[in-house]
Structures are given as C-alpha cells and as structure tokens.
C-alpha cells in the first residue's frame, strides 16, 4: 500500500472525513510515490474551528512566549534542513542543493518573525491636547488561510504562517497537493517548538479546499501564491466575502542586456536564472532582451553553456537540473516548444526527447534555447513555467523598456549593463515590482517585501517584511484623557 499524506489538525495527522485522495509524483522515476488526503469541505470545517478555539488563547499570548517558540522552531528548522531538503526533492524533483536554498530562505522569514516584539510596536504621541495622549496598536486578525504553488513547498507557505502566527493569528496552510508531505514536517516540528495545538493546521486538497476556505466565514484573511488566472479567482471571491486577500500570481520575467556588458557574466546569469530549477520558479528568467549588437555574442554563450547543462535525478550530485513535477506538465511545456517552432523561432538548443540513462520514465526536458522570439508568439505571451528560454532582440533601450511594460506581467526583471546610469534609468520605467541590477534572480531578503506589479499580484500588500506584518495585523488608534474634571461642550474635539 503506497502512503497516505494526511492532513494536521489540531496537533495532529488526520485523514478527517477525506474519501478522494491524488496521486504524488517521484518525478525523476515517474512512479507514483504517495498519495494524498483530498479535503471536503468538512474537514476544512474542521481545521478552521481548530484554528479558532486556538487562536483565541494564542492572541493572548504574550509577545516573550511567541518570540521563545519561533527561535526555538528556527533551531529546529536548521537541524532538519537536510531531511525537509529531501523531501522536496523527492516530490517537486528539484536537486537537493536547490532545495536547500528553498530551505535556507523560508529560515529567513521565522527569523525576521523572531523579532515579533519589536516588529508588532506601535507609536505614542504624549500631550496630543492638554492631558490627552494618542498611540497606535497592531492586533491579529484572527484565523487566516495560506494557499500555495507546488514549485516552493517549504519556502512559499514560510513566507506566510511564520509571521501570522508571531502575529498572533492561528493558520490554516492548504499546500499544493503535488508536493505536499513537507508541509506536515513544518507543522510537526512547529509543534514540538512548544507551538499549541491547533494554532498551524494544514489541510491537504485541491480547489474543494480552496473555495470552502474562501467561502468560510471564519477565515479572516487569505494569502495565496501561485498561477494568474486563479489567483485571480482568490482575490475575486475572497474580498467578495469580506476577506482581506493578498493572491500573488504568475510571471514572465525578462533580463535586459544593453550592449556593454559583460556576455560571459549575462550568459551565466542567463543560464543561472533560466534553467535553475527547471525553470518552475515564479522568479525565473523566462525572456532575454538583447539589445543592439550584444545578440549573435550572447546567443552562442547562453547555447554553449546551456549544452553542457547536467540534467538528471535531484538526488544525483552531478545534477544541476532534476525533472519538471508531472507528466502532464512536462507535456504542457513541451507543446509549447513544438509550438515556437511552428511560429517559425529560431531552435538553438532542442532539450525534447532527453531522458537519463535507467530514468527513461521520469518527467525530463532538457534545457531549450530559442533565438528570434517576437511578441506575438505563444512562447513569448505565455508563462510556460519550464526548461524553456527565449532570446527576442530589439534595436535601442527604449525599446527593451518598452516591451518589458507591455507584457501584463510585473513580477522580476533584470538589467545586465556596467553602465550605472542606464540601470538606474531602468530601474525607474519599468512598472514590475522586483528588479535586479546585475543580478539575475532579485528575490528580496526576508526583512523587505516579496511582490509583483500588474497581473503578478491581486491585492495591493506584498508578503514577508514590514508589508507581510501589516497583512496579518489590524490597527487601532486609541486617543486617551484621564480627567480630573470635565464639563459639557458639543464643539467638534480639536486639540489646544
Ligand atoms: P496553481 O495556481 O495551479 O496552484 C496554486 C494553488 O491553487 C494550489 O494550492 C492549488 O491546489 C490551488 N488551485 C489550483 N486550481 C485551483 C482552482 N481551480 N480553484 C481554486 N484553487 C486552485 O499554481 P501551481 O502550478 O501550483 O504553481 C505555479 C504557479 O505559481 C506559476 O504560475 C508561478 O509563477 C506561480 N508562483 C508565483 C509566485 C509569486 O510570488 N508571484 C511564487 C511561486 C509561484
């Protein structure tokens, strides 16, 4: 019999009233490894009153018990990172030195989290009128919910419950039901920190889960990462409900090359940022702009180093990219190489029809390069989220600024350039929310905030850092007098 992921409720793993389960991939062997709990809306009703009756008590808690807790789950975390590090590898196929990183930057956030005491305070202003003081106050919302990708399974949902929690918020985390036995690590070992039951649940399912937490009127905020069309649908039905909702959605990044870089230093970054993990990252380079003369140079060092790119199983230390998540997503991507190529782009590098020796049933693509890409192709338009890079060439910087605003996608961008004028320039048109200047993959640190612009974010808060506390607090200001006399006056209060 193959293992059954199940959900954690309340402190502990339940298969509750789930009778549907999925199928979990090892996507270097293409087997069936697992299968996973799907919720019905029972059990969603179930983890939501978990995270209620927790939650009360867990708001109350004071700022020294949750700071303790989160330093001591951070130590955990580093304890364990090897074995969560292995269990992404062995669902999402990512190598484990990758998957490592993923680790290492969801550490980051419970450690900006552990600073909760000074991250929740708020202002005072004495003598705001004679005798009347005015301060500012931060509280939990209560029970929020955490929807997340299949691409990072540890690091996306840490971006979100670490610091709702540190809030004071009880968490409901649906996970992506292709990757989803890393998140019940996460809450086992939230809990053995000293975390009180029920104050992390996770809850395993696909869009049954989703809606009924959209729809439950308990759950009083939701984050949500992952592809545009239903993080769409998230925010639409989220705030229809009255919820705050902050939906983080797909991307199409482009790196910019002006003419005077460096094209050993693009053509690594290229590569870097475009094959890493397969390409299934929300971060990836998916589009390199070359401008002007910089094209031919760039395009033979991007396709020398893509050739001797090592695919293979994550676990092989010899591999620099595993496999794409699932059958059916390495034949969407796929298609979408047969498509550029019946759009007439240039093939350069043609990763179809790659498997590694004795892994013939895996889910491989090699890295695919296309040259000649224009606007008006599927394989530029759409985000394909695989191995699959396309160079479009245009004339001047004007151009590249202006084919980088057009695109409805705001999420990263990079420039390449030694130029710091033009990088600055750059940095200032373009309408996307994260840029890198020289650096490829300008994932903020956990103490600035992560988020798009455009059809990358529905919502206007971004996760983790100062803007990630405001999600999961509400303010209140409190104006005070404590009179020693008083007298009836129906003026309009102002200060003096
Ligand atoms: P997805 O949108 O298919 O799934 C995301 C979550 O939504 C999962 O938990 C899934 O179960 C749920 N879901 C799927 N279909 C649903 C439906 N019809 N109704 C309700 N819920 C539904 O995304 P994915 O394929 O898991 O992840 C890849 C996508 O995530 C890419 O588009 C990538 O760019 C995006 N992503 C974005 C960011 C970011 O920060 N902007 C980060 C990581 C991933």
Same mark, same amino acid.
């Given at each position: ?6 959900h ?13 389960t ?37 708001a ?22 090897d ?19 993923e680790v ?97 649940n ?9 809606n009924?937490?959209?729809d ?64 299934e990252?929300?971060?990836?380079i ?48 796929t ?8 759009a ?17 049933d ?5 890295p ?26 245009v004339?001047?910087?004007d ?50 905030s /992560? ?6 974010? /529905?919502g ?31 003026g ?5």
């Amino acid at each position: 019999m193959t293992e059954l992921v199940q959900h954690w409720i309340d402190g502990a793993r339940t298969t509750g009233a789930s009778v549907r389960t999925g199928d979990v991939f090892n996507p270097a062997t293409g087997a069936v490894a697992r299968q996973v709990a799907l919720a019905e809306p029972s059990d969603v009703d179930l983890a939501v009153a978990a995270a209620v009756k927790a939650g009360r008590e867990w708001a109350e808690s004071s700022l020294a018990t949750r700071s303790k807790i989160l330093f001591e789950y951070r130590h955990l975390l580093h304890a364990h990172r090897d074995e969560l590090a292995a269990l992404i590898t062995a669902e999402h196929g990512k190598v484990l030195s990758d998957a490592a990183g993923e680790v290492q930057r969801g550490l980051e956030v419970v450690e900006f989290a552990c600073g909760i005491p000074h991250l929740l305070k708020g202002e005072h202003s004495e003598q705001v009128s004679r005798g009347v003081d005015a301060y500012s106050v931060r509280e939990p919302l209560g029970v929020v919910a955490g929807i997340t990708p299949f691409n990072f399974p540890v690091m996306v949902p840490m971006w979100m419950f670490p610091l709702a929690i540190a809030a004071g918020n009880a968490f409901v985390l649906k996970p992506s039901e292709r990757d989803p036995s890393a998140s019940v690590r996460l809450a086992e070992l939230f809990t053995e920190a000293g975390l009180p039951d029920g104050v992390f649940n996770v809850l395993q399912g696909d869009a049954m889960a989703v809606n009924a937490l959209l729809d439950h009127p308990d759950v009083a905020g939701v984050s949500f990462v992952g592809s545009t069309p239903i993080a769409r649908h998230v925010y639409a039905r989220g705030t229809a409900n009255g919820k705050r909702v902050q939906a983080l959605g797909g991307a199409k990044n482009h790196m910019v090359v002006l003419p005077d870089a460096d094209v050993d230093v693009a053509a690594d970054a290229a590569v870097s940022a475009g094959y890493g993990s397969a390409g299934e990252r929300c971060m990836a380079i998916s589009v390199v702009v070359a401008v002007g003369d910089i094209a031919d140079q760039l395009v033979s060092a991007i396709a020398a180093r893509t050739t001797e790119l090592t695919t293979g199983p994550g676990t092989d230390p010899a591999a620099q990219m595993g496999p794409l998540v699932t059958g059916v997503h390495r034949d969407r991507v796929t298609s979408y190489v047969d498509a550029g190529v019946a759009a007439g782009a240039a093939l350069v590098v043609d990763g179809r029809g790659f498997a590694p020796a004795g892994h013939a049933d895996g889910f491989w693509l090699a890295p695919t390069l296309f040259d000649n890409v224009t606007p008006d192709m599927t394989i530029y338009q759409d985000e394909i989220f695989g191995p699959v890079l396309s160079v479009v060439r245009v004339p001047t910087f004007d151009a590249a600024v202006d084919l980088v605003n057009a695109n409805p996608y705001g999420n990263g961008t990079a420039i390449y350039t030694g130029d710091g004028l033009a990088a600055r320039e750059y940095q200032r048109r373009v309408h996307v929310g994260m840029i890198g200047v020289n650096v490829p993959i300008p994932v903020p640190m956990a103490y600035y905030s /992560f988020g798009g612009w455009k059809d990358s974010l /529905f919502g206007d808060t971004h996760v983790h850092g100062a803007e990630g506390v405001k999600f999961y607090t509400r303010a209140k200001a409190i104006t005070a007098r404590w009179p020693r006399q008083s007298g009836i006056d129906l003026g309009f209060p102002t200060h003096g």
